[in-house]
C-alpha cells in the first residue's frame, strides 16, 4: 500500500507572528506561522484595509518563534524564525521567486521540540544589531548580526548564556537605542525545589527578571541583573526607550501588570477584572503588542478571558521615571495567539479559535473606561484573592468602542469533528466540521466549489439560448449596460439601470436570433445575427451586412477589432477594423468544405491590432489553428484530434500558471518563457463533457501539452471571463483562473447553467450574467482561490461529537451533536446569574441617588455604560446603531471559580435548511462527551440516538461523580429521553453492533441491548489497557483504540457471547481518531500528528474467519497482548493532529481517498496509488523534490515526516508540488532523472489533484 | 581497549553535564520522572497544535495552558521523596 498525501485546505490556526516590511516599500506586512509553514500577508488598501496573502511557503518543521528586525538604514526587515530543526534561519525576500529566501541558517543543536534546544523563543534588538534564541531550559544563545562590505547580512558564531536549571518563560529585548544590547528573560531556578522533599522551596520559588547584556566590545554577554518579580509572571513587553520613553520592560502575568528596569522601583498595577470572574481565578494576560509613533506609545494586552486592556505609563518630565502604569479596558475580541498592531494602527488578531480578525483603531481615548492605577501596597500579594480586592472591575461588552473591524480571514481552526455525507442531497457530499471553542463554535458546512453571490435573478418570457452584456450605445434612462438575450427565432434588449426594462429602440435588430454580440473598438456595437452582421454606433443609423445568396449564418465570433463568421455549408468570412475608415471590411474568405461546429479567436492581445489565431472545430473531432496574419490569412497552422466533437472553443492568455507548461510549449521556439509569464491557451469544450487545454505557441500556432478534464455529462461550453478566468458550464459550472501561481479549475456552488457572459459594473466588477432555465442570473464570484465554501452555523457550547440520523422512509437524514463546555455554566444558570446582577446594579444605583459613589463604583458603573461614541465617528445615528449591531462578539459568560463546572446539551439539527431542531440541555453538571445513532435488532428499525455522558468530570486525574448512556428517541424532529444507563467509567466511544449499542467506557467494552427501564448489559471485555477513545465496526469485528495503547482488533464470537482481542499492535501508539479501510485494515492517528494504517496479516485473519481444528486461538500472547500483531503498512508524520478521519469520495466518480480533518484547521487526504509505475514515479520525484528543493529551516524532509517513527510509504505531495516553484534548469534536471519532460511532470501532478476533486 | 572505555567514562561527564536528563547509575525512579515530564511539557509546549487540544478540552485558552504547562515545569512530580539513610537498610 501506497499513498500520496494531499493537501485539500490549508490550516488556518496561527501560533506565531512577527511585523514588519518585508517587501519594501513601506508595506505594512505581517508573517505569520501556521505551525508548520509561514505565510507572508499584506495590509492592503486605506479606508477599508483588507489582508491579502502574498505568499505561503511550507517550511517542513515546526515553526515555534517568529522575529522581524532590520538593521539600520536599511529599508526592509529580515525575518529570523525558531523551529524544531536545531537551526536559526534568516529569511529575506526575493522579489525575482516571490518568497522567502533564507540567507543564513546556523545549526546550533539537535532536532526536534527539546526541553534545552533553542528555538521556543526569540527576540531581537531592535536597532538589528544581535538577536536571542531561547530554549524552555537552561539554554540561551545570542547571535550578532552584522553588515558586510556589499551590505549583506552576516551572522555570528552563537555566544552562549546558558544557565543550568532555569526555566524560562518569555525573553524580551530592550529598547537601549545605541548602548550595548540588553535582553530580557523570564525565569525560575528548579535547582533547590528539586532537593527539597518538604516542598517548601518548591512553594517558595522565586521568579526571576533577568538582564543579559551583550558587550559589543568584549563581544560576550553576561547575565547583567537579577531581580525577583512576581511568581505569576509570564509574558515581556518591551517599553520603548530613547526619547520617547524610559526603556525597561513591562512584566505580566496573572492579575499584575508591572514595569521594571534597573535602578527603577517596580511600578505594579492591578489587571481590571471582569465583575463575574470569581476572586479564585486569576487573570492571566495572555498576549500584548506595543505601538510606538513620534511622540507616543501605548501597549494593547490581551488576558485569558478576550479583554483588550489598554495600558500607558505616566513619565516625569524627563521622560526616564514611570510614575504610574494606567491600565484600562479597551474592548472585548476574540482570545488572541498573537496581537501585532501595524505602523498605521491597525490591530491583527490571530484568533485561537474563530476567523482572524483586522481591526482599525478609530478611538484612543479611554475617559470613562474602568482604569486601574498603580497600587503600591507591598503587603498585598501576587495572588488573584489579594488581586481581586484591589483591582478595579468591570463589565464586558458585545459591541466595540474602540476598534471597528475591517477585514476577516477565515480559519477553520480548530476542526473538533467532521462528517463526510451528502445529507442535502446535492449529489456530491457535503463535509460538516465542528469548529470553534466555547461561545465561537460553530457548525461549518463545507462544499466543494466557489462561493457564488446572487446579485440579481429576473424571470424571462421563454426559454433563452444565449446571453451577453454590452455597455450602452444609446442614451437611454439611466442605464449603463444592456444585457442581449436571444431566443431560437428572436431576439430581447434589456437595460441594466436601477431596474431591468426591455427596450426595443436600441438598435440592436430584435427579429432574428443573435450569434454573438461585441463592443468594437471603435466604439460601436457588433451584432451578428443569423442572416447578416449589424453594427450599431449610437449617433447613426445601423449599418448591414447581408450574407451572400441568403445563407445563414451558423457560427460567429469576434473581438474588439476582428469578426470571423461560418456559414452553412462551411464558408469562413473574416471581418477586420480597417484602420483608416474605421469600419468593419471584408478581410477574406476560406471554404473549408465540412460544417463547422465552433469558432474561436480569443482577445486582441496587448499592444497588437489583432488576435494572431482563429482556432477552427468541426464535427468529426478536428480543431484547427488559422492564422490571421494579413501575410498567411486564413492558412492551417495546427491541427489537433479531439476524441469527441468539440462543442466550443476558447483561446485565451493566462497569466502565471506554473512554468512547466509554459516551457513545454516554448519548447519548439527554444525561447525559454519567464516562470509565470503569460500563455496562450486552447480550451475545448467537448460535447461528451470533456475540457481539453492545449498550450499554443504565441509565434507559430503549434499545439502541444494538452491536458482533460471532465467537467459534467452535458456538453461543455467554454467563456472568457474579465481578469483571466474562464467559465466552462457542463452540468456544473466551473471557473478556471490562476491563484497564488497555480492554475485552479474549481466547481461554482450554484445551479447548472445555459450560458453566460461577462457583466462588468461598478458595483459588481467581476459579474457574470447568465442563463439558467427561463431565469437570467447576474452573479458574483469574490472569494478566489478556495476550494471549499463554508455556512457557519453557530453552536452554543464546544462541540465534541456528531453522528449522522438517517430518516426513517423518505425524512431526509439529520443531525446529531453533543456539545459540551468545560469551566462554565449552563444557560438556565447564566440567566439566573444575570436576573441577579441586574438586581444588585439597580440597588446599587438607587443607593448611589443618595450617596456620593465610591471610587470603584463608579468605575463598575461606567463599565456598564458602552462610553460615548468616538469622536472621529460623527455620523448618522442610526447608521451607527446598525454597525454596532454587526460588530457584536460573543463574550464568555460568567465563569466558574472552580474546575469540574460543565454545560452541555444534545442537538438535533437539520442539515439541508441549518436549522436546530431541537437543543436539550443537559442539566446535572453533566457532559455529554459523545453520541451515536442505534437501531436496536429487537426494536424493528427505529433509530435511538444513544450519548454518553460523565457527571463532574475533571482531569489531571480524571475523576467524575458518574457516568451515563442516554438513550433518546426521535419524535417529529423532538427528542425524548427514554432511559439513562449507568456505566463505569467516562464513555468516549459508542457504536452500533449487530443491532446493539458496543459502548466504549474507560478500559472496558460493553454491549448493551435496550430494555424497558435501562439498558441491558449483554457482554463485556474489560481488558483495554488504559481507555477506549475510538471504535469502528465491520461484521463481527471491532477495531477499538486505546488512549494509549494503539488498536485493538477485536471479535465477538456470537456463540459464546464473548469479545475477544485478537490482534493488538506492536507499537504504543496514542490514538486520537481511527476509520476502518477495509474487513482487515484500519488507519488511525495519534496525538503526535502521526497517519498510519495498520493491517491484520492475511493468514491471520483467514485463521480468525475459520479457526481450524483444536487450535487454540484465544490464548494470550506475550507480557499480556494479544496473540497476534498488527503489521504497519504505511507511517507518516503530518505535524497535525488529526480530528477525525474517513474513507469517502469527494466527487462522484472521483478516487477513493482517506480524508481528514486536523486540529489546526486544515482539510487533507491520502490518495492510494493504484499503479506500480505512479508508485515509482511519485517516489523518485519526493527523492529529487528532497535533494533540490532545500527546506526553509533546513530541516531535513525525511527527518521531519519521520518525527516519531520512519515515514513509509507515502509520498508527501506538498513537496511534489512545489516542484512547480523550482528554477526552470532544475525542473529540467529533475524531469530528465525522471525520463519525462517538464510538462508531463508538471500533468501528471494535477491529473493526480483532478482525481480528488 | 580499556583506553576506550576510560575516555567512555569521560564523555559520559561530559554528555551528561551538557544534555540535561541523561541518566547514570544511580538515577532514582523521581529522577528519571521529573526528567522525563519535564521533557514532554518542553515538547508540547513546542508544538502549538498539542496547545490547541488541550485548550479545546479543558476550555481554558491557549495561553493559559501554555502557562499552566510551564508552572508545571517547576516540580512536574511534586516534592522529592524524603531521603533514606543507606546505612539504615
Excluded at chain 1, 426521535?970 to 444507563?981: A, F, G, K, Q
Aim: proline share 6%; hydrophobic share 40%.
Amino acid at each position: 500500500m501506497h499513498l500520496l498525501h494531499l493537501n485539500l485546505h490549508r490550516a488556518g490556526a496561527i501560533n506565531a507572528t512577527a511585523y514588519g516590511c518585508f517587501t519594501g516599500n513601506k508595506a505594512q506586512e505581517i508573517i505569520v506561522a501556521r505551525n508548520n509553514a509561514i505565510e507572508l500577508l499584506r495590509v492592503e488598501g486605506t479606508d477599508m484595509p483588507k489582508l491579502v496573502s502574498i505568499a505561503y511557503q511550507p517550511a517542513f518543521c515546526v515553526v515555534r518563534s517568529l522575529v522581524a528586525f532590520k538593521m539600520v538604514q536599511m529599508t526592509k526587515d529580515y525575518l529570523a524564525i525558531g523551529s524544531d530543526s536545531g537551526k536559526i534561519t534568516v529569511l529575506e525576500w526575493s522579489a525575482e521567486t516571490g518568497e522567502m529566501k533564507a540567507v543564513h541558517t546556523e545549526t546550533f543543536g539537535k532536532t526536534g521540540c527539546r526541553r534545552i534546544v533553542p528555538g521556543q523563543y526569540m527576540c531581537a534588538d531592535p536597532q538589528g544589531r544581535a538577536l536571542m534564541i531561547a530554549a524552555v531550559e537552561k539554554q540561551k544563545l545570542v547571535y550578532v548580526l552584522n553588515r558586510d562590505q556589499l551590505s549583506r547580512l552576516t551572522i555570528s558564531s552563537p555566544l552562549e548564556a546558558h544557565k543550568t536549571q532555569a526555566i524560562c518563560f518569555c525573553v524580551c529585548a530592550l529598547d537601549v537605542h545605541f548602548e550595548n544590547p540588553i535582553f530580557a528573560a523570564i525565569e525560575i531556578d528548579y535547582g533547590d525545589a528539586d532537593q527539597d522533599p518538604s516542598g517548601e522551596e518548591a512553594e517558595s520559588a522565586e521568579k526571576n527578571l533577568v538582564y543579559y547584556q551583550h558587550d559589543l566590545g568584549l563581544n560576550h554577554v553576561t547575565r547583567m541583573w537579577t531581580t525577583p518579580i512576581s511568581r505569576t509572571a509570564s509574558f515581556l513587553l518591551q517599553v520603548p526607550g530613547g526619547a520617547l520613553g524610559p526603556s525597561g520592560v513591562l512584566v505580566c502575568g496573572e492579575n499584575w501588570v508591572a514595569y521594571r528596569h534597573q535602578e527603577h522601583p517596580e511600578v505594579r498595577t492591578p489587571v481590571p477584572r471582569r465583575k463575574d470572574v470569581p476572586p479564585e481565578r486569576g487573570v492571566l494576560v495572555t498576549a500584548g503588542a506595543v505601538h510606538k509613533s513620534k511622540d507616543m506609545f501605548f501597549f494593547l494586552l490581551q488576558s485569558e478571558y478576550g479583554d483588550v486592556y489598554k495600558v500607558t505609563l505616566d513619565l516625569d518630565p524627563t521622560n526616564k521615571e514611570v510614575l504610574d502604569v494606567v491600565v484600562s479596558v479597551f474592548d472585548t475580541i476574540p482570545i488572541a495567539t498573537s496581537l501585532r498592531i501595524t505602523r498605521r494602527g491597525l490591530l491583527f488578531c490571530a484568533s485561537e479559535s474563530s476567523n482572524h480578525l483586522l481591526f482599525s483603531i478609530s478611538s484612543l481615548a479611554t475617559e470613562g473606561a474602568v482604569t486601574g492605577r498603580r497600587c503600591d501596597d507591598g503587603e498585598i500579594g501576587d495572588d488573584s484573592d489579594s488581586a481581586a480586592k484591589v483591582a478595579a472591575t468591570f463589565v464586558p461588552s458585545a459591541t466595540l468602542n474602540n476598534l471597528v473591524p475591517t477585514d476577516e480571514m477565515e480559519s477553520l481552526a480548530p476542526i473538533i469533528s467532521m462528517l463526510v455525507g451528502d445529507l442535502a442531497n446535492e449529489s456530491t457530499p457535503q463535509m460538516y466540521c465542528l469548529c470553534g471553542q466555547g461561545p465561537r463554535s460553530t457548525l461549518r458546512i463545507l462544499r466543494h466549489g466557489l462561493a457564488v453571490t446572487e446579485v440579481a435573478v429576473s424571470d424571462l418570457p421563454g426559454r433563452p439560448a444565449a446571453v451577453w452584456s454590452v455597455p450602452k450605445h444609446i442614451p437611454v434612462s439611466a442605464a449603463a449596460y444592456f444585457i442581449v438575450v436571444t431566443f431560437t427565432n428572436a431576439t430581447l434588449v434589456l437595460s441594466v439601470g436601477d431596474t431591468v426594462e426591455e427596450v426595443s429602440n436600441s438598435g440592436f435588430l430584435l427579429t432574428a436570433p443573435t450569434l454573438e454580440v461585441q463592443l468594437l473598438a471603435n466604439g460601436s456595437t457588433l451584432q451578428v445575427h443569423a442572416n447578416g452582421l449589424r453594427v450599431i454606433a449610437g449617433d447613426r443609423a445601423p449599418q448591414e451586412w447581408r450574407t451572400p445568396g441568403r445563407k445563414t449564418i451558423e457560427k460567429a465570433c469576434a473581438n474588439s477589432r476582428q469578426a470571423v463568421i461560418a456559414l452553412a455549408g462551411g464558408e469562413l468570412i473574416y471581418f477586420r477594423l480597417d484602420d483608416t475608415s474605421n469600419m468593419l471590411q471584408e478581410m477574406g474568405t476560406k471554404e473549408l468544405g465540412h460544417e463547422v461546429a465552433c469558432l474561436e479567436m480569443g482577445e486582441v492581445p496587448l499592444s497588437r491590432l489583432g488576435a494572431p489565431f482563429l482556432a477552427v472545430g468541426d464535427w468529426t473531432g478536428a480543431v484547427r489553428v488559422l492564422s490571421l496574419a494579413p501575410e498567411s490569412l486564413l492558412t492551417q497552422q495546427a491541427i489537433m484530434d479531439v476524441p469527441h466533437s468539440p462543442h466550443s472553443l476558447c483561446l485565451m492568455e493566462m497569466a502565471g500558471v506554473e512554468a512547466g507548461a509554459s516551457t513545454a510549449a516554448s519548447s519548439a521556439t527554444s525561447s525559454a518563457a519567464p516562470m509565470g509569464a503569460p500563455q496562450l491557451y486552447l480550451y475545448v469544450g467537448l460535447e461528451n463533457g470533456v475540457m481539453q487545454r492545449v498550450a499554443v505557441d504565441a509565434t507559430t500556432g503549434t499545439l502541444s501539452d494538452a491536458r482533460s478534464r471532465f467537467l459534467g455529462t452535458k456538453p461543455v461550453k467554454l467563456f472568457r471571463m474579465g481578469q483571466g478566468a474562464l467559465l466552462a458550464l457542463s452540468s456544473r459550472s466551473w471557473l478556471s483562473y490562476s491563484h497564488g501561481g497555480r492554475h485552479l479549475t474549481t466547481p461554482m456552488s450554484y445551479e447548472t447553467l445555459q450560458y453566460a457572459g461577462t457583466f462588468c459594473t461598478e458595483h459588481c466588477p467581476e459579474g457574470i450574467v447568465a442563463i439558467s432555465d427561463t431565469f437570467l442570473r447576474i452573479l458574483s464570484v469574490e472569494r478566489k482561490g478556495e476550494a471549499f465554501n463554508q455556512q457557519a452555523i453557530p453552536l452554543r457550547y464546544t462541540p465534541r461529537q456528531i453522528a449522522r440520523l438517517d430518516g426513517q422512509g423518505d425524512q431526509q437524514p439529520r443531525l446529531v451533536i453533543v456539545e459540551a463546555d468545560a469551566d462554565e455554566y449552563n444557560e438556565a444558570e447564566k440567566a439566573e446569574m444575570k436576573a441577579a446582577a441586574e438586581a444588585e446594579s439597580a440597588k446599587v444605583k438607587s443607593e448611589e441617588d443618595g450617596v456620593a459613589p465610591m471610587d470603584t463604583d463608579q468605575a463598575v458603573e461606567n463599565g456598564d455604560k458602552p462610553p460615548p461614541p468616538p469622536p472621529d465617528a460623527d455620523g448618522n445615528e442610526d447608521e451607527d446603531e446598525e454597525e454596532e449591531e454587526a460588530m457584536q462578539m460573543p463574550i464568555r459568560g460568567p465563569v466558574p471559580p472552580g474546575p469540574g463546572k460543565w454545560a452541555s446539551c444534545v442537538r438535533l439539527l437539520d442539515p439541508a435548511q441549518g436549522t436546530t431542531l431541537e437543543c436539550l440541555e443537559l442539566g446535572n453538571n453533566e457532559a455529554a462527551l459523545s453520541v451515536c445513532p442505534v437501531t436496536f435488532h429487537s426494536r424493528g428499525g427505529e433509530v435511538f440516538i444513544a450519548a454518553g455522558t460523565a457527571k463532574d468530570l475533571q482531569f489531571h486525574p480524571r475523576s467524575h461523580g458518574g457516568c451515563f448512556v442516554h438513550i433518546f428517541r426521535v419524535l417529529e424532529n423532538r427528542l425524548v429521553l427514554l432511559h439513562s444507563t449507568e456505566v463505569p467509567d467516562v464513555p468516549l466511544a459508542m457504536s452500533e453492533f449487530q443491532g446493539r449499542l458496543l459502548v466504549g467506557a474507560g478500559k472496558s467494552l460493553r454491549l448493551y441491548d435496550l430494555g424497558k427501564r435501562k439498558l441491558l448489559r449483554k457482554c463485556e471485555h474489560k481488558g483495554l489497557p488504559n481507555m477506549v477513545v475510538s471504535l469502528n465496526v465491520m461484521n463481527d469485528r471491532v477495531v477499538a483504540g486505546d488512549m494509549a495503547e494503539s488498536l485493538h482488533f477485536v471479535k465477538y464470537r456470537r456463540l459464546e457471547n464473548q469479545l475477544v482481542v485478537f490482534a493488538d499492535d506492536q507499537v504504543p501508539r496514542h490514538i486520537a481518531r481511527s476509520c476502518l479501510l477495509d474487513y482487515d485494515t484500519a488507519a488511525g492517528c495519534d496525538k503526535f500528528g502521526n497517519f498510519f494504517v495498520l493491517r491484520l496479516p492475511d493468514d491471520v485473519s483467514d485463521d480468525i474467519d475459520n479457526p481450524s481444528g483444536n487450535r487454540v486461538l484465544w490464548d494470550h500472547g506475550m507480557l499480556n497482548g494479544a496473540p497476534n500483531k498488527l503489521t504497519q503498512m504505511t507511517m507518516f508524520h503530518l505535524g497535525d493532529i488529526l480530528t477525525s478521519l474517513h474513507k469517502t469520495t469527494l466527487v462522484p466518480g472521483g478516487a477513493e481517498v482517506v480524508l481528514y480533518s486536523s486540529i489546526t484547521g486544515a482539510l487533507g487526504a491520502f490518495l492510494p496509488f493504484s499503479t506500480k509505475e505512479d508508485v515509482d514515479f511519485f517516489v523518485h520525484l519526493e527523492m529529487h523534490m528532497r535533494q533540490e528543493k532545500p527546506t526553509l529551516c533546513g530541516r531535513e524532509h525525511t527527518s521531519y515526516r519521520s518525527y516519531f517513527l520512519p515515514v513509509k510509504n507515502v509520498v508527501d505531495g506538498d513537496l511534489c508540488e512545489q516542484f512547480g516553484t523550482l528554477p526552470l534548469d532544475i525542473q529540467k534536471k529533475i524531469a530528465t532523472g525522471l525520463d519525462r519532460t517538464v510538462g508531463e511532470v508538471a500533468k501528471k501532478l494535477e491529473d493526480v489533484r483532478n482525481r480528488l476533486l | 581497549m580499556a583506553a576506550d572505555r576510560f575516555n567512555f567514562n569521560k564523555s559520559w561527564d561530559h554528555i551528561q553535564a551538557k544534555f540535561v536528563g541523561t541518566g547514570h547509575g544511580d538515577t532514582s525512579k523521581f529522577e528519571w520522572a521529573t526528567n522525563q515530564h519535564r521533557d514532554t511539557i518542553a515538547s508540547n509546549v513546542g508544538h502549538s497544535d498539542i496547545i490547541d487540544y488541550y485548550s479545546v478540552a479543558q476550555n481554558l485558552s491557549q495561553g493559559r495552558v501554555r502557562y499552566n504547562l510551564m508552572e508545571k515545569m517547576l516540580q512536574p512530580c511534586g516534592p522529592p521523596p524524603p531521603k533514606d539513610d543507606e546505612d539504615e537498610e
